[in-house]
């Protein structure tokens, strides 16, 4: 019977060789490496997590974790599609009840529609609309009194209004359109009759 020496990190063992049972040897600090490094995963499967991140237990993915934090909302209007701005020529009185917006944005928005007023007949306009501009002058981020000023100073038989169909958070912040779109936006407006 031959007879097998292992060596473990503290002793030198004899053991019979029928009886050779395989040792775990642990070394610290790089214990789990080699599990790391011998995954079945293929590193395209898991995009960018890398074998020393799998055995520092972290997770690079950003696709899932990061999923829920980047997701479109649900009520999202893409503020830099003309598609979703309403321009109105309306009569004074208007119909219109306009609010303010929370202040940390500005600007106002459609609250509601006097029944049989020029706005109600006109039919395109609707209660939370966001009012883009007055005639050429953009209201984007400007208090109520200023809106309504603009309103009150247009001496044309019908004024001009120009609303964004959406509510403030697709208008406003990080959602809402650049200043440079806006203003390419506009210039069309004024071009137009």
Sequence with gaps: ???VL???ATAFVLVPQSHHRPSVVTNGIF???KDAFSQDVSILEDDRVTPFDRWLGIDVRSEDSKKEQYA??????DS???ANYVVAHLPKPMGIVFEENDPSCGGVFVASLAEGGAASNHGNILPGDQLVAVG???CKGVDFDACLGYIQASTDDTTKLIFFRGGPNNFYGALGCSQEWLDQFMDKQRAAP
């Excluded at 479109?72 to 209007?77: G, N």
């Design 136 to 138: 050429g002058t953009v």
């Design 6 to 8: 292992l060596a473990s």
């Design 31 to 33: 214990d789990g490496v």
């Design 72 to 77: 479109i909302p649900e009520d999202f209007v």
């Design 80 to 82: 830099m599609d003309e």
């Design 1 to 3: 019977m031959a007879a």
